[in-house]
């Protein structure tokens, strides 16, 4: 039980990994806050979370929108307490090569996947800096780590959160706050690749954990507090053959990308 009493507010918890982090942490002792779009669906979390004999507070809307999200935490602070931790999981993506996606698909991706941080970040900060406690943890991607053709937008935005963790786990630790960076690779028990957005699904080959390890394999990280994480064996791999050979990696890329643009395109956009 080794967030016994926390609060934890996780947006992006009516489904796939913010779902099933909800759930690790209240496993865990850990009172749960949730955000996400859907309220049926975040019904469903409640009732899990209940059975758990845990509390829970529930929101429905957008983390784009910055006082909706500043409102939840001021209710999450009034009805159980101040957040010990902060889970940026909510996120969206959009495929597409560079001359295709739309340029509202790119505001909304960035809307979403960075502003949307931003917003439960600077809405819970004041209170754990007053507190000298707290913990951020930022779902990222591989894709925050390596750059992959079709996903470039969506890429983007996760290297942007790999920065930030990192900048701000530097700024913040003098606070006794601390920030955990988690790259899951591709994921199953999600809803993310049906709901890609754009021309193109980005391209995947298998999946290679489900939402439920990468969940465990999250609040096990944090608890022992990590800095980072690259969930899966090909991520890790991908990652290191990116940053020690690049002319190779890329050489290989440019073989192999067009082998699966043509299977993805056979296969109604999935590899
Ligand atoms: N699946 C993968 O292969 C994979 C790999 C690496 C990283 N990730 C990252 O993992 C995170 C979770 O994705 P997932 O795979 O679990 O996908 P998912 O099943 O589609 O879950 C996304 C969650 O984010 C919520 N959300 C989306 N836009 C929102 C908005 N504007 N405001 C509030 N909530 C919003 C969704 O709410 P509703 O369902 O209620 O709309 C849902 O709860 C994302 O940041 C994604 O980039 C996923």
């Excluded at 910055?66 to 602070?77: L, M, N, S």
């Excluded at 390890?213 to 609040?219: D, G, I, K, L, M």
């Excluded at 022992?224 to 290989?252: Q, S």
């Excluded at 699966?260 to 999935?270: I, P, T, Y």
Aim: charged residues 20%; hydrophobic residues 45%.
């Amino acid at each position: 039980m080794e967030f016994r009493d926390q609060i934890a507010f996780v947006t992006g918890s009516s489904s796939g990994i913010g779902r099933e982090i909800a759930l690790a942490l209240a496993r865990q002792g850990a009172h749960i806050a949730g955000l996400a779009c859907s309220w049926e669906k975040l019904q469903a979390l409640k009732r899990d979370i209940q059975v758990l004999d845990r509390r829970c507070l529930l929101f429905a809307g957008d983390v784009c929108d910055r006082d909706f999200v500043f409102d939840c935490v001021r209710h999450v602070e009034q009805d159980l307490g101040a957040v010990d931790i902060l889970v940026n999981n909510a996120g969206m993506g959009v495929g597409g090569a560079v001359y295709e996606v739309p340029l509202q698909d790119i505001q909304d991706e960035i809307d979403v996947n960075f502003y949307g941080v931003i917003h439960s970040t600077h809405a819970v900060l004041p209170k754990m800096m007053e507190r000298r406690h707290g913990l951020i943890i930022n779902i990222s991607s591989v894709a925050g780590k390596v750059s992959i053709p079709y996903s470039g937008y969506y890429c983007a935005t996760k290297f942007a959160l790999t920065a930030l963790s990192d900048a701000w786990r530097l700024e913040l630790r003098p606070f006794g706050i601390h920030v955990l960076n988690v790259c899951p690779g591709t994921t199953s028990g999600t809803a993310f690749h049906e709901r890609v957005r754009g021309v193109r699904r980005p391209l995947r080959v298998h999946y290679e954990m489900s939402a439920e390890q990468v969940a465990r394999r999250t609040v096990a990280a944090a608890a022992v507090r990590k800095r980072e994480i690259i969930l899966t064996a090909g991520g890790r791999l991908y990652a290191a053959a990116n940053r020690f050979a690049p002319g190779l990696t890329y050489y290989l890329l440019s073989k192999v990308v067009p082998y699966l643009v043509k299977r993805s395109e056979n296969k109604g956009g999935l590899v």
